[in-house]
């Protein structure tokens, strides 16, 4: 998507310009003058009324001050401190003759746009056997190129499908929404340290060894517009879903998650399966300017029918954007959401059960997603948008892999890691942890055994 300068609307005033924008910026309501301030007001002219009525004034003094000013200042005096704002408001609001509308892009570049090119025919034309195959030259798979778990590599779809692959770890390595940035190199973070393969310790099955796991690759994105990397990224997860493959997405920064989820339901149909969403953020801001961003996947997918609100659950919310109005829009959505207000008063051990009675009523499959600001900091700090006071990694990874042991997953995402920021890498740890809990459920459902099967050698050492 290329920049493009914004146009100059015909016809109107500065002034009015000035007001609008100031306006659509600060949401704010028209302002009624006080009974007792009235007359002092009236020494203003119509277009200080105007400007102080709609509400443009508070942007740049406090309500509080402004009527201390109203009451206190002569007429002259009121006048001229009107004057003075709103020639500050037109100095700071954007002015077509004076302002660009966009930074300029060298169009000539041989770089232009090239982030998310199709595939080359010639790498196309490249003749091999189809099938997942090994990059490993030892015998064991920690030697040679670092794979997600030392899986096999698949290329092309063709290779999924001759493959039977079960799941398909792919790297997204998006980082253009908000927050500490560094989530573009936690798909390479998560491949180099190998602790994915860990064996359940309840059913002590290997996922690696139950099911047919492949890493695909990272799908590429382009840093200079985050709505072709979207594009892009729902296009290749549709391509990925349509073998039958689980395609698994390793972000990236939860701007991801809305084309990891329609990419699915480009394939199987909106509203056919439900969201499980576990992070601080409610990830439902209605009011930004561009709307696509980490912050508003949620209210994307509900907004354009790609999931229902009563078929969507969010555990863990807390921090600034949860606020009155988020929380009774997503009720307003019919959202099944659970604050950490409600964990700590209830217990996360009852929250959970209340979370899979609403998973067991919801539809057969769900798409599991998983922001590491969940976490508490405690247990890892490395997140994108960091929120103290979380859930502990033992808590999550255990929902999650009750959650994929009873439910057909569709599909899976682990979002928001900023690996620079624990060079300890226990955060890449435990992130690998969460994906691993999905694995070991999805291992547990596609060997037989019940959700909550214990192996007796794990429970007790019958001495």
Partial sequence: MNYRAVPNPPGLVALFLIVLFSLVETA??????PPGLQERASA?????????????????????????????????????????????????????KRDMGASPLNLKSQYFNRGTLPTPVPLRDLKREPGPFSVHRYLFSTSGVPTFGGARVAVWPEDLTTGKVDVAIIGVPSNNSSGRRDAGMAPN?????????????????????VLSIVDYGNFTIDNMSIERT???????????????????????????????????AQQRGNSTFGLLHFSAHPDADRSGDHTISDTQAIFRLLEEGIVKGSETV????????????TLRWLRGKEVRYHTMAEIERRGFGRVAKRVFREIEKGPGAFFVSV???????????????????GLRV????????????????????????????????????????LLNACLAGMAVRKA??????????ALDHGQ
């Avoid at 704010?28 to 003058?33: D, M, Q, T, V």
């Avoid at 973070?189 to 060894?209: C, G, I």
């Avoid at 969010?314 to 109005?325: K, N, S």
């Avoid at 808590?395 to 060079?423: H, N, S, W, Y």
């Fill in 28 to 33: 704010l309501a028209e302002w009624k003058i």
């Fill in 44 to 96: 203003l002219n119509d277009q200080q009324l105007e400007f102080i009525t709609s509400g443009a004034v508070f942007e740049y003094m406090p309500e509080r001050q402004f009527e201390h000013e109203l009451a206190t200042r002569d007429a002259a005096g009121l006048q001229s401190m009107v004057d003075d704002v709103m020639s500050l408001a037109r100095q700071m609001g954007y002015d077509p």
């Fill in 448 to 457: 037989g055994f019940d959700p909550d099967y214990v192996n007796p050698l």
């Fill in 314 to 325: 969010e555990v863990g919310l807390r921090g600034p954007a949860v606020d009155v109005e």
């Fill in 189 to 209: 973070e998560m491949r180099a340290l190998n602790t994915l393969t860990t064996p359940d310790v309840k059913s002590l099955l290997k996922p690696f060894d």
């Fill in 394 to 433: 033992a808590e999550v990874a255990q929902a999650i892999r009750q959650v994929c042991a009873e439910k057909t997953v569709v599909g899976f995402a682990v979002t928001d890691l900023a690996p620079m920021l624990d060079l300890s890498r226990l955060s890449v740890a435990n992130a690998n942890a």
């Fill in 371 to 389: 922001d590491v600001s969940v976490i508490d900091p405690s247990e890892l700090v490395a997140a994108g948008r960091l929120e103290p006071r």
């Fill in 230 to 264: 979207v594009d892009h990224v729902t296009a290749m997860v549709a391509e990925t879903s349509a073998t039958g493959a689980i395609p698994m997405l390793v972000g990236g920064d939860t701007s991801v998650l809305y084309p990891g989820v329609k990419g699915v």
